[in-house]
């Protein structure tokens, strides 16, 4: 069964501090997509980036990165030097496309305070 | 250009009446997914359109929700008798042929 793990409920860091949001999926599908959205305080979830299972090349974008590793099954996401701006909630998704649909599986969320 | 946009963006009820949730997503994007995000359940699948064709429903939780989506583009989702529990901020996310999916600002709904 797909299932997404966010063990983390909620971190608090103090600005200008690394954070690092895990990420444990399961998956049957050999191919399959992650995501990570981020949700701020005004509720709209905003897209970060997206995964292919067929591709493990871990992904830098400014202040954040993120790490796929399939041995694992994790897809963490680290943002260096915090900033205030970074509060919000940040969920992972697997999506395992079936006949066109990318439908989302989603984890609980991690709630970042900075 | 235009993002997703949801109406209302907050819903106020009585139990047992009928709700309407309206979603225009982006132009021409041919997917369009529903989603509802509540305490209890977090984000959940409720339903998926591509195109012209018959939609995946698998995720609509009773038979008292229903969605259609008229000319391939503006999507309504209705609630029958709401009840309590149907309480949550109901999301809207279109895509064009990819994985991505982009989100509406959702509708909050408060069933009294």
């Known amino acids: 069964a797909q299932k997404v793990t966010q063990a983390q409920t909620e971190i608090s860091v103090v600005e200008k501090e690394d954070v690092t949001l895990d990420c444990v999926y399961e998956t049957r599908d050999t191919t399959y997509y992650l995501f990570w959205y981020k949700q701020p305080p005004s509720g709209e979830l905003v897209f970060l980036i997206r995964r292919n299972s067929f591709d493990e090349q871990n992904e830098i974008s400014g202040r954040y990165s993120w790490n796929f590793q399939k041995s694992t099954s994790s897809f963490n996401f680290t943002i260096t030097a915090s900033q205030v701006v970074d509060s919000a909630v940040y969920f992972c998704?697997?999506?395992?496309?079936?006949?066109?649909?990318?439908?989302?599986?989603w984890g609980a969320g991690t709630k970042l305070i900075i | 250009g235009a993002g997703v946009s949801q109406s209302p963006s907050n819903k106020v009820t009585e139990k047992g009446k009928d709700v309407e949730l309206r979603c225009d997503p982006i132009?021409?994007?041919?997917?369009l997914y529903w989603y509802r995000q509540s305490l209890g359940q977090g984000l959940e699948f409720l339903i998926y359109?591509?195109?012209?064709?018959?939609?995946?429903k698998s995720g609509l939780p009773s038979d008292r929700f229903s969605a259609e989506r008229t000319g391939g583009s503006v999507s309504t989702l209705t609630i029958q008798r709401t009840q309590q529990e149907d309480s949550a901020v109901y999301l809207c996310a279109s895509s064009s042929q990819g994985p991505e999916q982009y989100f509406g600002p959702g509708t909050r709904l408060t069933v009294t």
């Open positions: 132009s021409g994007h041919t997917a």
């Open positions: 998704a697997l999506s395992e496309a079936w006949e066109s649909n990318y439908q989302l599986i």
């Open positions: 359109f591509q195109g012209n064709s018959a939609p995946d």
